[in-house]
């Protein structure tokens, strides 16, 4: 019986393991944990020409009740 016992404690701890490692993805590193409320913490995007503003002021006039 104490063989499995031990075999059993060797296999949870090398699960534990891999479940630590699983979460050092390449993808999860360096993002913000911490939030500041009202700030965009985002990468910015690409600037927009002034057709497409005009285009999306347009579209926002006809949502207007």
Do not use: H
Request: charged letters at 25%; proline letters at 5%; a negative charge.
């Amino acid at each position: 019986m104490t063989g499995l016992t031990a075999k059993g404690i060797w296999l949870l701890g090398a699960l534990g393991v891999g479940l630590l490692l699983q979460g050092c993805r390449e993808g999860e590193q360096d993002r913000p944990l911490l939030y500041d409320k009202g700030t965009y913490l985002g990468e910015t995007g690409q600037p927009l020409d002034p057709q497409e503003v005009e285009e999306l002021r347009s579209r926002a006039q006809n949502q207007k009740f």
